[in-house]
């Protein structure tokens, strides 16, 4: 079998066939799916070949260039703001697929070989992500109006995000029947469609469990088996969260860092591991499918290594024996 007499939308179809097989998340199937989706339309609207034999590192280059100078959402109307470029994260992003794509194609004998199998991922910058102090969260915490239900289901999430560490998608699809108040525990779906198990504080299980009894009831579809329900029998969006923990953070005049979800579960990993939690149970209450994905969590803030660094450092043994 080769790839002659398929058109890449056929062989699209096949690759979600594959992916739902393989038992991959519908967000992370729709995600590979809508990046090649627009890479063929980019090889279509510039003249390249869609004829998957002829697919090479000239085209990717190509549409590498393209992406480092297009819109963050190309089909959202701007209304004559900028919204910015695409990442170099999303950029690299959309390499991998396209690589992920010709992996498979190789592997179900669509084609011979990969052609991108050495080539270089576009390289992104290595940020260290600020994370939240105590008086950040405390501040956060008081500008919200833990008298509605609104509010007091958002200031619940914080406190699980805060507690478990776990990804923002994680979050939204915890249902009711995952939630063991007496215990204190959440079973969680991760990436990989990958069950664990998280400890949650006496304190977040009896704050969830007043949003329970008392706020629940009054926001959402409350018959959605969801913890966190919308008004249509779903889960609450990670868009809303994050457009709602932005504006939270402008209400408590936070501009020396950002309120994201992703902050949050940095946050969680970074006060772990200064407070001398074992690695690996960081690894394993965050999800990580290796100890070398933790160790990009695990980094001293400035202040604690500059008391550690106080400690160690020669040139101060030096000065103060004098």
């Not at 560490?165 to 994680?170: C, K, L």
Request: net charge positive; glycine share 6%.
């Amino acid at each position: 079998m080769n790839a002659t007499g398929f058109s890449w939308n056929d062989l699209l179809a096949q690759y979600r066939m594959s992916l739902e097989a393989a038992n991959r998340s519908p967000r992370t199937i729709e995600w590979y799916l809508e990046i090649l989706r627009r890479f063929f339309g980019f090889l279509e609207q510039s003249g390249y070949s869609t004829t998957i034999a002829d697919i090479g590192r000239k085209d990717v280059r190509a549409y590498i260039k393209y992406l480092q100078g297009a819109p963050r959402w190309p089909h959202r109307p701007n209304n004559g703001k900028d919204l910015g470029k695409l990442s170099p994260h999303s950029v690299q992003g959309h390499v991998r697929a396209i690589k992920a794509f010709l992996g498979w194609l190789v592997d179900d004998g669509y084609i011979k070989s990969n052609p991108l199998a050495k080539f270089s991922l576009p390289k992104v910058p290595q940020y260290v992500i600020k994370t939240l102090t105590l008086e950040h969260i405390k501040l956060l915490l008081s500008a919200i109006d833990k008298t509605t239900s609104l509010g007091f289901m958002y200031y619940c999430i914080i406190l699980i995000l805060l507690d478990a560490g776990m990804r923002i998608s994680e979050l939204v699809n915890i249902k009711m029947t995952d939630l063991d108040i007496q215990l204190g525990l959440v079973t969680i779906l991760g990436k990989g469609q990958k069950q664990r198990v998280v400890p949650l504080t006496r304190f977040t299980v009896r704050e969830l469990l007043r949003y329970i009894q008392n706020f629940r009831k009054n926001y959402g579809f409350v018959e959605s088996p969801y913890l966190f329900p919308d008004n249509n029998g779903g889960h609450i969006s990670t868009n809303s969260i994050q457009q709602y923990l932005r504006r939270l953070a402008e209400k408590a005049g936070l501009k020396d860092v950002k309120v994201t979800p992703h902050v949050f579960r940095h946050t969680f990993g970074t006060n772990a591991a200064a407070r001398d939690a074992n690695a690996f149970m960081i690894k394993d209450m965050m999800g990580h499918s290796s100890l070398q994905t933790t160790m990009k969590y695990i980094h001293l803030q400035t202040a604690d290594m500059k008391a550690q660094h106080n400690r160690f450092s020669l040139v101060n043994d030096l000065f103060q024996r004098k």
